[in-house]
C-alpha cells in the first residue's frame, strides 16, 4: 500500500546523525577538555564536573543543530543545499517534531546546567546558560535571526571558545587564570573556523534566501583568508599561552619548559595544515565537506593536546 504523498517518510537513524551533525560535536567537547587541563592543572580537577560541563555542551551543540535545521527548513533556506540533506526541508520529519526535538535538548543542557549550578553554589550562571539557549535559538530562528546578519562567529566564539572552555574551569575551581583566557581564544577561532568552511560552502546559495552570513558579506576570496586565519592563528596563541602558563605556575624557564611548550604545536599543527588543503585549493560546495571533517579533528585534537600540556605544566 503506497504512502499519501503528504505523509512523512520513516526517519533513518542516519538521517538524525546527518541533523546531529556529528562533524561539528567537537565544536562542544575540545573546549571542555581544554578548561579540564587547566583545572586540574591548578589543583581544581573534578571529574563529575567536567562531565556535567561536557553534557551541557553537546545538549546546547546539538540543540542548536536541530533549532537550525528547523528554521533554515521552514525560511526556504535549505531548499537548494550543497551538503547532506536536512530533516524539516527533506519532508522527512514535521518541522514541529525538529522543533521539538531542539528544545528538549535545550531543557538537558538547562538541567545539567543546574546540576553545576548547585554543585558550584554560583547562581549567576543561570543567567549565562539563559543566555546561550536564547543565543542558540536566535541565531536563525525568530523575526531577525542574527545568523543571517553575518554574526554567528560571534555566537561561537563567545559560547563554544570563551564560555565552554573558561566555564569549565570556573565551576571546577572558581577562578580562571588569564592564559586561560587566551586558549579559549584560540579554541574559539577554529570554532568559528567550522561555521565559516560551513557556509564557505553555502555561499552561492544562501543570498536568495536573505541569508547574508560572514562568507557572503566577505566573498569567496577574503571568506577563505578569514578561514586560514581562524585554522593557523590558534597555534600561536597556544604557543603562548603554555609560555604564560610556564612562567605562572611552573615558574622555572628552563630548557625543559621549552620542549613542553614546543612539543605540544609539533603534535596540532600537522591537523591544522590538513583542515586547509581543500580550501586553499579552491574546493566548492561539497568539496568542502572534508575540510569541515578535517576542522572538526583539528579542534578535538587541539582541546585534548593542548589541555593535556597544562595538566604537564602542573605537575
Not at 499519501?4 to 517518510?9: E, K, N, T
Not at 538541567?111 to 547562581?123: F, H, R
Not at 523575526?143 to 570563551?162: K, Q, T
Not at 574559539?188 to 561555521?195: Q, R, W
Request: charged share 10%.
Amino acid at each position: 500500500m503506497s504512502r499519501p504523498a503528504h505523509q512523512a517518510s520513516p526517519v533513518r537513524a542516519t538521517n538524525w546523525a546527518e541533523i546531529v551533525r556529528l562533524r561539528t560535536l567537537p565544536a562542544a567537547v575540545a573546549p571542555v577538555l581544554l578548561g579540564a587541563g587547566a583545572a586540574t592543572s591548578l589543583g581544581t580537577g573534578s571529574l563529575l564536573r567536567t562531565l556535567l560541563a561536557a553534557g551541557v555542551a553537546l545538549a546546547l551543540q546539538i540543540g542548536c543543530n536541530l533549532a537550525n535545521d528547523y528554521s533554515d527548513g521552514v525560511r526556504g533556506t535549505d531548499d537548494q543545499r550543497t551538503g547532506p540533506p536536512r530533516l524539516t526541508a527533506s519532508g522527512r520529519v514535521p518541522p514541529r517534531t525538529v522543533k521539538l526535538a531542539a528544545f528538549v535538548c535545550f531543557g538537558i543542557a538547562a538541567a545539567l546546567g543546574l546540576a553545576l549550578v548547585v554543585l558550584t553554589g554560583q547562581w549567576w550562571l543561570i543567567g549565562i546558560g539563559v543566555t546561550a539557549v536564547a543565543a542558540a535559538w536566535f541565531y536563525t530562528g525568530g523575526p531577525r535571526p542574527y545568523g543571517y546578519a553575518g554574526l554567528g562567529e560571534v555566537f561561537v566564539f563567545i559560547f563554544f571558545g570563551i564560555v565552554a572552555t573558561c566555564g569549565t574551569a570556573y565551576v571546577q575551581g572558581g577562578a580562571v587564570p588569564g592564559w586561560l583566557w587566551l586558549a579559549a581564544c584560540g579554541i574559539g577561532l577554529i570554532a568559528c573556523s567550522l561555521l565559516m568552511v560551513n557556509n564557505l560552502r553555502d555561499i552561492n546559495t544562501d543570498p536568495a534566501h536573505g541569508k547574508r552570513t560572514l562568507a557572503v558579506r566577505l566573498g569567496d576570496s577574503r571568506a577563505r583568508s578569514a578561514y586560514m586565519v581562524m585554522v593557523f592563528m590558534p597555534v600561536f596563541i597556544a604557543g603562548g599561552s603554555l609560555a604564560w602558563a610556564h612562567i605562572a605556575v611552573g615558574g622555572a624557564w628552563d630548557a625543559m619548559a621549552i620542549i613542553d611548550v614546543v612539543c605540544p604545536l609539533v603534535v596540532v599543527f600537522p591537523f591544522s595544515w590538513r583542515a586547509t588543503t581543500a580550501v586553499s585549493a579552491g574546493a566548492t560546495g561539497g568539496e568542502l565537506i572534508g575540510a569541515l571533517r578535517a576542522a572538526g579533528q583539528y579542534e578535538l585534537v587541539y582541546g585534548i593536546v593542548i589541555g593535556l600540556a597544562f595538566l604537564i605544566v602542573g605537575t
